[in-house]
């Protein structure tokens, strides 16, 4: 897992504790409210996780970890590549520039998408009414539930247009008091069938990603950090970074690629 280690060590380096306001370059709510995506039967979609989620290996107990997702359209399935160690895994057939318009190709950013919510429609991103995530590591298990059906709704959990132009759903989770272990992060988006649960595909150090990759299942029986897949009910689950006790290195760290 070369290509991974080292991707997973220069993230690892370079986190930052910062606030929650500034950790994803997001823009606030776009004043023109931000319509759903319906819900399409002949489609299959895909839950994101972050690249500090999916390849930063430890975190400090008692720092922010910052949850962060995307809800994608799959319209073609997966097909097979290659990682950088020469493993065989799959990637979605989705292109990775999310935020293109799916017809015509063109590449919204974040001041299109503020001004007009209703390009988000056309894109690969999903646009969901209601979105949870419940965390599990140890005895700790807390849900957090997002309706963005109703207005003024304050839950920790939430979306933003972040500079990519991509719409996320994420919060700043706060490990104080959490025991240590590795977490499990639970995403539920009800209505929406979700078939796949992705990471970034990077085969270069430094590189941008090319495409989205199917988490690798790993050991059922053994929580690693990066793997993960859909549960029973077809939800998407990751294994994050182990909490460790302060003292040990890591913690904080943004969210996805940019």
């Known amino acids: 897992m070369k290509g991974k280690k080292i991707v997973a060590l220069a993230m690892t380096m370079l986190m930052v504790l910062v606030s929650s306001a500034l950790v994803v370059n997001a ?11 319906p819900v399409d039967a002949n489609m299959e979609y895909a839950v994101y996780f972050a690249d500090n989620m999916a390849f930063t290996p430890q975190w400090r107990i008692g ?4 949850i962060e997702t995307m809800v994608l359209k799959v319209p073609d ?47 690969w991103m ?20 997002a309706d963005f059906t109703v207005e003024g709704d304050e839950s920790d959990l939430g979306r933003e247009i972040n500079k990519a132009g991509h719409l996320i759903y994420g919060m700043q989770w706060d490990t104080t ?21 992705v990471r970034s595909f990077i085969l270069e150090e430094d590189a941008d990603p090319i495409a989205y990759e199917l ?44």
């Open 177 to 197: 008091g959490v025991p240590a272990g590795t977490p499990k992060v639970t995403v539920s988006v009800p209505g929406y069938p979700v078939s796949y649960a």
């Open 63 to 66: 720092n922010l970890l910052r």
């Open 126 to 145: 999903v646009s969901v009414p209601v979105i949870s995530v419940t965390i599990e590591v140890g005895t700790f298990s807390k849900t957090f539930l």
């Open 215 to 258: 988490l690798p299942a790993g050991d059922p029986a053994v929580a690693v950090c990066g793997t993960g897949g859909l549960d029973a009910a077809s939800n998407a689950y990751i294994y994050v970074g182990v909490l460790i006790k302060k003292g040990g290195s890591s913690g904080g760290g943004q969210g996805g690629h940019k």
């Open 77 to 123: 399935g997966v097909i097979p590549a290659t990682d950088a160690d020469g493993l065989p895994t799959y990637v979605l057939t989705t292109p990775v520039t999310v935020n293109a318009d799916m017809t015509t190709g063109v590449v919204y950013d974040q001041a299109d998408l503020m001004a007009d919510p209703t390009l988000i429609l056309n894109t």
């Open 27 to 37: 823009a606030e709510e776009p004043p023109v409210p931000i319509p759903f995506t």
